[in-house]
């Protein structure tokens, strides 16, 4: 619910021919189980929606890469700080 109420006052902001197969899009979107719901999947659909160049899979796949490789950096137990810190590097 607090994501269409984020994401649905831009889509005022477009075209309105554009705008009618968006709604429905956006919708789509969020009619989901929020429990299991990839967060990184739906922002990737969302931009979608307004740059067709977007490739969700491929981009998926990247940001699957850049977490394992921050993950294998980490060391056992890593507290928060430690956690930041490779994050900075």
């Known amino acids: 619910m607090l ?16 705008n009618a197969g968006v709604i429905d899009n956006v919708q789509h979107l969020f009619d989901r189980d929020m429990q299991t719901l990839d967060l990184a ?14 490739d969700v899979e491929v981009q998926l796949a990247v940001n699957n890469r850049l977490t394992a490789e921050v993950q294998a950096m980490l060391p ?4 928060v700080w430690t956690k930041v810190e490779v994050l900075r590097r």
Not at 3 to 18: G, K
Not at 76 to 79: G, K
């Open 3 to 18: 994501c269409r109420i984020l994401f649905c006052p831009y889509l005022a902001l477009l075209p309105a021919v554009f």
């Open 41 to 54: 999947q739906v922002k990737l659909e969302a931009d979608r929606i307004i740059d067709l160049s977007i």
């Open 76 to 79: 056992p137990e890593a507290n």
